[in-house]
């Protein structure tokens, strides 16, 4: 019965974002209680802190899962920012590698690459953050920055991994350096 539902919820999704979940399928045929946890993790991604600071928290969780090198995972991440007003041209000038053009999205993202890679610069992007939105909206950046490589690796660790190729941006597809 746990399967069934479970199973239903996450075709929901999957045709809510027109995205591939077999991965999650799977899981929940082998462990409905693995699949269970696995549905617990938006409520540790999905922090954003202060609704000013959305844009920096959407740029930090982009960078994260970018990083995590997982096409689907990013173009969903893009797709679900897109859906919550996020402005496209910021976002693929993130995932160009042109942050500093992206204004606090890309804030975010620069933050987020530095503190994924030990960077102690991301210390004074920290106190930036801070500055201009608040502790809270910093706490959130952390948390998407550390959570958003979670799925790139745990799909590829199940064989279901997908290197960043093409990315769609609001109807522009702009394919990335390999």
């Keep these: 019965m746990i399967r069934k539902f479970l199973h239903a919820q996450v075709r929901k999704f999957g045709r809510a974002f027109r995205y591939d979940v077999t991965y999650f399928h799977e899981i929940v045929d082998v462990s409905p209680g693995a699949a269970i946890g696995l549905s617990r993790l938006p409520g540790f991604y999905k922090y954003r802190g202060p609704k000013a600071g959305l844009a920096v928290w959407t740029g930090a969780l982009l960078a994260s899962t970018l990083e995590g090198d997982c096409g689907p995972c ?9 859906a919550n007003g996020a402005d496209p041209d910021s976002l693929q000038a993130c995932a160009e590698g042109r ?8 804030l975010g993202f620069r933050f987020a690459m530095l503190a994924i890679t030990a960077d102690p610069a991301a210390d004074d992007l920290r106190r930036e953050i801070e ?3 608040g ?10 920055a550390a959570s958003g490589r979670i799925y790139p690796v745990l799909k590829r660790g199940l064989g279901h991994g997908q290197a960043c190729r093409r990315l769609d941006f609001a109807g522009k597809q702009v394919k990335l350096a390999a």
């Design 74 to 82: 990013a173009q969903l991440v893009i797709d679900m920012a897109l």
């Design 99 to 106: 942050p500093k053009e992206a204004g606090a999205m890309g």
């Design 131 to 133: 500055g201009e939105f």
């Design 135 to 144: 502790k809270k909206a910093a706490v959130s950046c952390a948390f998407a």
